[in-house]
């Protein structure tokens, strides 16, 4: 178990220490949200109320990052719904000792009610929406949800949560993502990225 937190600061070095994968699978769009971006959004939900004692719903959960992260924040109970087998090994060992149950299956079968989803799903670079359908279990399965997408994919995510929800936040971010890739040329690379909170 970790000590109390006094800080986003102290999250977000826990947050850098969890274990990751060794091999990213490029056909998921397994893109890791960083420590830095996942204790702020993390932090943004805990000042909102809509963490702390609240039953929370990490989508395409990856090594657990917002999982833990909600965790330690005073979250009642986390799902961690993963379609990698892989990842949802190190979500066993990134959360354990905390209420994460681990669902490793497709987003369209998860089926339990939450009331806040946290979630950086796929961008849909490769599979053209393929986002879509984390947005609509958010909406269908939460009354609040804080989530991440490519700033290119700006056009339809705004045209979803109009038509779906209420959005109460909507900033420009950048996601710092590192060598995972053949095609990737560079140590690290800023994505920019779309941070939304919507209530539903």
């Given at each position: 178990?970790y000590?109390?937190?006094?800080?986003?600061?102290?999250?977000?070095i826990i947050?850098q220490?969890?274990?990751?994968p060794?091999?990213?699978k490029?056909y998921?769009?397994?893109?890791?949200?960083?420590a830095a971006l996942a204790?702020e959004?993390?932090?943004?939900?805990?000042?909102d109320g809509?963490?702390d004692?609240?039953t929370?719903?990490d989508?395409?959960?990856?090594?657990?990052?917002f999982?833990l992260g909600s965790?330690?924040l005073g979250?009642s109970?986390v799902?961690?719904?993963?379609?990698d087998?892989d990842q949802?090994?190190?979500?066993?060992?990134?959360t354990?000792?905390?209420?994460?149950?681990?669902?490793?299956?497709?987003?369209e079968?998860?089926?339990?009610?939450?009331?806040t989803?946290?979630?950086?799903?796929p961008?849909?670079?490769?599979?053209?929406h393929?986002?879509?359908?984390?947005?609509?279990?958010?909406?269908?399965?939460?009354?609040f949800?804080?989530s991440?997408h490519?700033f290119?994919?700006a056009?339809?995510?705004?045209?979803?949560y109009k038509?779906?929800a209420s959005i109460?936040?909507?900033?420009v971010?950048?996601?710092?993502?590192p060598?995972?890739?053949k095609?990737h040329?560079k140590?690290h690379?800023?994505?920019?990225?779309?941070?939304?909170?919507?209530e539903?």
């Amino acid at each position: 178990m970790y000590s109390p937190l006094r800080s986003k600061k102290d999250l977000e070095i826990i947050l850098q220490k969890l274990k990751k994968p060794e091999n990213y699978k490029g056909y998921l769009e397994q893109y890791p949200t960083d420590a830095a971006l996942a204790a702020e959004v993390l932090f943004i939900a805990y000042l909102d109320g809509n963490l702390d004692g609240k039953t929370i719903g990490d989508f395409g959960a990856g090594n657990g990052v917002f999982s833990l992260g909600s965790a330690m924040l005073g979250a009642s109970k986390v799902f961690a719904v993963e379609v990698d087998a892989d990842q949802c090994e190190l979500i066993r060992e990134n959360t354990k000792g905390f209420n994460v149950e681990i669902i490793n299956s497709n987003i369209e079968e998860f089926h339990t009610r939450v009331d806040t989803v946290i979630m950086n799903p796929p961008f849909g670079s490769i599979v053209e929406h393929s986002d879509r359908v984390f947005l609509e279990k958010a909406v269908e399965l939460s009354g609040f949800i804080y989530s991440l997408h490519n700033f290119k994919s700006a056009e339809f995510v705004d045209n979803f949560y109009k038509d779906n929800a209420s959005i109460i936040r909507r900033q420009v971010v950048n996601i710092r993502i590192p060598r995972l890739y053949k095609h990737h040329s560079k140590d690290h690379e800023n994505i920019k990225a779309l941070f939304y909170t919507c209530e539903v």
